[in-house]
């Protein structure tokens, strides 16, 4: 009766942690580029204690990291000549971070006081001849649907748009950036379609997401009383065998 008790105990953990993943997708439903994640949950066998041999070993939930659905979400028109939305699954822009090259999906970029493109957060948002430094007097630029950026009629740069072989060695760095945690190297999304004026939205779709929420709360509650329940029994078998010695 041990044993069923900590393997409730073991989904519960898992629970508490989906519990989190489901909270941040809804909390993040609105924000740009934003991409819904889920839970990967597995088993993992205990192992057998040794005067037990007849008995099976028990088989406990097991946390195996966060799973992300890189799918594309809508494009959202805005207007505004420094927003830029991608049409292609698994594409991203590049951005230069002090510690190496991250990526985004967040499209919606500013210029700093050199007339440099950056990020909201001030990172240099990166192109095929490093970071774009434009004379905010010469107008705005353009971007066409290949990433070429064009100021008063003269191609200046294009945005480094990439993807990658493998969505895995992803790993998010927070303020909606991502990292390679391998040596795998991007490569050029050359069927990628950059959008200005417009910005990409959040995948989450926020009724899934509360349906998800009821069904851990509810299935929470569910191992408790079922955790309850074996204590009890395991008490009441303790008492009795006490009253029969």
């Known amino acids: 009766m041990e044993n069923a008790a900590y393997i409730g105990l073991s989904r519960q953990m898992t629970l508490r ?36 041999a007849v008995r099976p070993s028990a088989s406990f939930v097991l ?33 230069n971070t002090p510690t190496g090259p991250a990526y985004t999906r967040d499209g919606s970029f500013t210029m700093d006081a050199e007339g440099r493109m950056t990020t909201q957060d001030g990172l240099p948002v990166q192109t095929d001849a490093g970071e774009l430094i434009v004379n905010p007097e010469l107008g705005p630029i353009t971007v066409a649907q290949d990433g070429t950026i064009t100021q008063d009629g003269e191609i200046v740069g294009r945005l480094s748009v990439v993807r990658f072989d493998d969505l895995s060695v992803l790993e998010k760095t927070g303020d909606n950036l991502y990292r390679n945690t391998t040596n795998l190297q991007p490569i050029e999304a050359a069927d990628a379609r950059v959008r200005q004026g417009m910005l990409e939205g959040s995948n989450v779709n926020t009724l899934i997401e509360i349906t998800n929420l009821v069904e851990i709360n509810r299935a929470y509650e569910r191992i408790t009383r079922m955790i309850e ?10 008492e009795r065998l006490g009253k029969v010695s």
Not at 33 to 44: D, N, P, Y
Not at 229 to 238: G, M, Q
């Open 63 to 95: 946390d195996k990291g966060v799973g992300r659905d890189f799918g594309q979400a809508a494009l959202k028109q805005t207007g505004r000549d420094l927003d830029f939305g991608i049409e292609g699954e698994g594409v991203f822009f590049t951005i």
């Open 17 to 52: 942690r989906e519990l989190d993943i489901v909270a941040n997708n809804i909390a993040n439903s609105d924000t740009n580029g934003f991409k819904v994640e889920q839970m990967l949950v597995g088993t993992e066998i205990g192992q057998r204690a040794r005067n037990h």
């Open 229 to 238: 329940n074996t204590n009890d029994l395991s008490r009441r078998a303790v």
